[in-house]
């Protein structure tokens, strides 16, 4: 600007004498005004030249950002990979970044779920730790090296006693390592004529299992056989494994609903016929699901109920001098600490008169609650999304109606959500960059401390 100055006021000095300038001032101060005015000239072009400048800059940066040997991931099994710049745009602003917050199910987690232990009547079935688990044992400073891991994958999966050739024991969404044990109760209360208590709870069990979803058996296109369908991942897990144990949802036709009980090869399968009488559907505010069926054999009206154990604890009976609900409560606590997401499984097994009673019967009743709630009040708005006001009439005659059938606990489920492949060693590497990660979840304290320390988040302590 100012050379440009300079030679504008050595110009005017040479040409002042043309009769087409008409121009007063001095050379010396024309140079000075025209100093101002290359400055406004220029201000617009130097901006453009350093922008294309820092572009190239940011351009050629990337592919050192690509050669870093810091930013190397090494995957075990799998093709290892260099940092993969795809904006070159955004390379100083990945500095920048100081908070990451992270929902776990299916962020952190496969949210593909495989259905692992139960604790059915007085008995615990399935073995092995978790991942989870095994951070729970590095917290309690156990050496974790000599603890017996059972970690089946669903490929080679083979239960005990199981040949190569018995399909059965293979499922999807099931890594369960006690068949054997729990079908032989099922084979039990099916076929003696007195079978023991625990036989008849673990039947109940898969039944409900087996009914209380909403799941759909569809036939597979390319093997022909029947798979199971649902929206919700945890229906899906559970269906599979009352399959895989022999209880098979065969056909879901509302109101008639088929099972199948598979006792073994040698001996016939056994068909239900259930007639679905109406579902009380699962909202994050009531935690909890509730299907009534009738077993078009017996006659008995089966309410039949999964939830939340803190909203499952309202509903028990007798559950104070119910040895069986003190005894899960044990085991609950310890599935949550393996990070295992736990269900109660429970039912009421009623006389017809319960539902079909022309005066006081609850088919009566709820044909009236429908009609009084055909349009919504303002209380009742999101009552599907669970959002609903306290107020809510639809909630409050669920729950007068799951009260009054006063269930029986039969048992709790454990399924395990694993984590995803590099998960742990992703959030390491956020720590070291000194950026703060946040899990948000809905688990209890202790089960969200063992995720953080199985991922890496947290420090056994």
């Not at 100081?98 to 779920?113: A, H, I, R």
Request: proline letters at 3%.
């Amino acid at each position: 600007m100012l050379v440009c100055a300079v030679l504008s006021g050595e110009w005017l000095a040479a040409n002042s004498g043309a009769w087409y300038l008409n121009y007063s001032q001095s050379p010396e101060v024309g140079a000075f005004y025209k100093f101002f005015t290359w400055f406004i000239i220029f201000a617009q072009f130097i901006p453009i030249s350093l922008l294309v400048s820092m572009e190239m800059v940011k351009y050629f940066q990337a592919f050192f950002m690509q050669w870093d040997i810091g930013m190397y991931a090494r995957l075990h099994g799998k093709q290892d990979k260099f940092c993969n710049v795809q904006n070159s745009g955004l390379n100083e602003e990945l500095g920048q970044v100081q908070y990451v917050f992270s929902d776990k199910t299916g962020t952190l987690t496969e949210n593909s779920l495989d259905f692992r232990k139960c604790y059915i009547g007085n008995e615990d079935f399935g073995q092995g730790d978790t991942e989870i688990g095994r951070a729970a044992k590095r917290r309690q400073e156990m050496d974790v090296s000599k603890s017996k891991s059972v970690n089946v994958r669903q490929d080679d999966f083979s239960a005990p006693g199981s040949t190569d050739t018995n399909l059965r024991h293979h499922a999807p969404h099931v890594n369960f390592d006690e068949y054997e044990r729990l079908h032989g109760y099922l084979i039990e209360a099916v076929t003696k004529p007195k079978p023991s208590l625990q036989a008849v709870l673990v039947r109940r069990f898969l039944t409900v299992l087996a009914l209380n979803n909403s799941c759909f058996p569809v036939q597979d296109e390319e093997t022909k056989e029947l798979v199971i369908r649902a929206a919700s991942p945890d229906d899906e897990c559970l269906t599979c494994f009352a399959n895989f144990m022999g209880v098979r949802l065969m056909e879901r036709n509302p109101p008639r609903v088929q099972l199948l009980l598979e006792l073994s090869e040698d001996e016939k399968a056994i068909q239900e016929q259930w007639e679905q009488l109406t579902e009380l559907e699962f909202t994050s505010k009531r935690k909890r699901m509730t299907v009534i069926f009738k077993n078009t054999t017996t006659g008995k009206i089966h309410v039949t109920m999964k939830g939340a154990d803190s909203e499952m604890v309202k509903l028990i009976e007798d559950k104070e001098q119910n040895k069986l609900w003190k005894s899960s409560e044990k085991y609950m606590n310890d599935y949550s600490e393996q990070g295992l997401r736990t269900l109660v499984i429970a039912e009421a097994v009623l006389e017809p008169s319960w539902w079909d009673d022309p005066d006081h019967g609850w088919r009566k009743r709820l044909a009236k609650h429908q009609e009084s709630t055909a349009i919504a009040s303002k209380s009742e708005a999101g009552h599907m999304r669970g959002s609903c006001e306290n107020s809510c009439r639809i909630c409050h005659f669920y729950d007068e109606l799951e009260a009054d059938a006063q269930v029986q606990l039969l048992g709790i489920t454990a399924i395990e959500d694993k984590l995803q492949d590099q998960v742990p060693e992703t959030i390491s590497k956020f720590l070291q960059a000194n950026i703060k990660v946040w899990m948000l979840t809905g688990d209890k304290q202790k089960t969200a401390e063992n995720i953080g320390i199985a991922c890496n988040l947290l420090e056994p302590c």
